[in-house]
């Protein structure tokens, strides 16, 4: 640490972040204790926590038996990876054309794919349900990905064309010297390079798309396809809510995109970057 | 091998064209430095001739064939570049082996390369090691190793020694004069300090501008510089500028080289007082102040003590004068 605080100050930073720390997480708190509860103990004290009088697995019992949890897991796994997949791979290629090659329109184009950073795709549901149905991939986990590459990709390109403007102009045309393909210049020089935006735009992409209920409600409804926010969404009724099953099922939803998101955090430290140039 | 030619060199960024038509002849195994100050459009040459760059106008000939369209991997040439540029993801005989495994080379072949560049260096110690494990100094001597296992027709300096300190500098710069008589490969060079120029070329190319100024030996430059620009250009410290008339000649300058003038505390041509002195051991630099001609720098060798402000004189060597027109260019005599 450069700047050493007072003890003071020190006591009231800590404060006010382990403040920020505790409302920020009370809702998954919540969430996670009352799951294991009987449903009069989540409504008689939904603080408490889950003691021996008023433990219950019903809610885990009620996911695991109706419903078809596991498939709506797999989809959502196979609609975040594969949407993240394409988001990465099609949003750094642009990038690093935006970035290091200089022709007629770059601006402009880096401009037009940087516009729907501004504009939410929500706005264009309709035309994107009447092309689904033309292109006949209404209820397939197809649609899903390819609405997501597109939402995601913006943001993707901005971020990671900053990226590498900053990866050494000498390092690329060393590699060009010694004969590397542009392509093996993209994926073995400056992808390593740029691995901590990468898993940055990963976490902001991901989550979204994990935790999305729009797209999955309108475009793949269908029992098989569904995704588990949209799965989790059988136990709330019109008159009647399974709060033990909801509770459950929200839980478990938690932990696929929290191992995800350690995954990626720890890209997020640089060690072979060190000592390429300089 | 490895002859360079360069006709009616070209090079525009939109509007602004920083190479403005160079022709320039590197004769085989010649090692020819490139030098300027920043922006004179030297490392964009250097790069036009690599292919990195595409020429606006103008021919590239090696070996007098055309390879304006000839990919840079495929010109024969490696470079070697101020930051290094080491793949961080291959330790150094992968570093050193790339360009000869991407030429589909057998593996014996760049196993033998490899280990004779890393001999000439001494690196063999180094020879498992990531970039990031190395020093700076070793880091460069990796990248000109890398240069070297190609066994090119051309080698490349883009500003090799700018990113090492000065005791390392004068290392590694012994080290590329070795590299070079041993191997009698043509070497071409970019810098900006005039004392590696001085120190490493057989013949200098000064620009300025995007222009050639002048080419010649260090020493032809030293002793017949064409105009103003190249004679402060070459030498250390700088040559001072006198301003004729008041010495008695046509309107213009007067150049002299700090080495080249007479000081005394008695009489001279030129009066003034001394402004500084910096006493290095072997020599001693004056700096004097004359109302006609401003600052004169006057090198002496040796130690000598002067007083801030003391009273001097300078008689200036009249077989060393350099006779400039007031647009700078050279006066021939």
Redesign the interface.
Known sequence: MSARLSPGRAIAAHAALLTYTAIALFPVFVIVINSFKSRRAIFADPLALPLPGNFDLVGYQTVMTRGDFFLYFQNSMIVTVASLFCVLLFGAMAAFALSEYRFRGNMLLGLYLALGIMIPIRLGTVAILEMMVASGLVNTLTALVLVYTAQGLPLAIFILAEFMRSVSDDLKNAGRIDGLSEYAIFFTLVLPLVRPAMATVAVFTMIPIWNDLWFPLILAPAEEVKTITLGSQVFIGQFVTDWNAVLAALSLAIVPVLVMYLIFSRQLIRGITAGAVK | MGALDLKRITKSFGATEVIKGIDLEVREGEFCVFVGPSGCGKSTLL?II???EDATAGDILLDGKRVNDV????RE???V?????????LNVRDNMG??LK??GKPRAEIAASTDRAAGMLSLQALMER?????S?GQ?QRVAIG?AIVRRPKLFLF?EPLS?LDAALRVATRIEIARLHRELGATMIYVTHDQVEAMTLADRIVVLRAGEVEQVGSPMELYNNPANTFVAGFIGSPQMNFLDAAALGFAPGKVGIRPEHLQLSRRAGEIAGSVSHIEKLGGETLVYLRSDAHGLITVRLFGEHDFAVSEAAFLTPDQNRLFHFDTQGSRRMP
């Open positions: 790069r690599a292919g990195l990919a840079p991997a495929r040439l490696a470079m570049f101020q930051s290094y540029a080491l793949y961080p993801h790339l360009a991407q030429a990531r970039p990031a494990e190395l700076g880091r890398r883009d990113n």
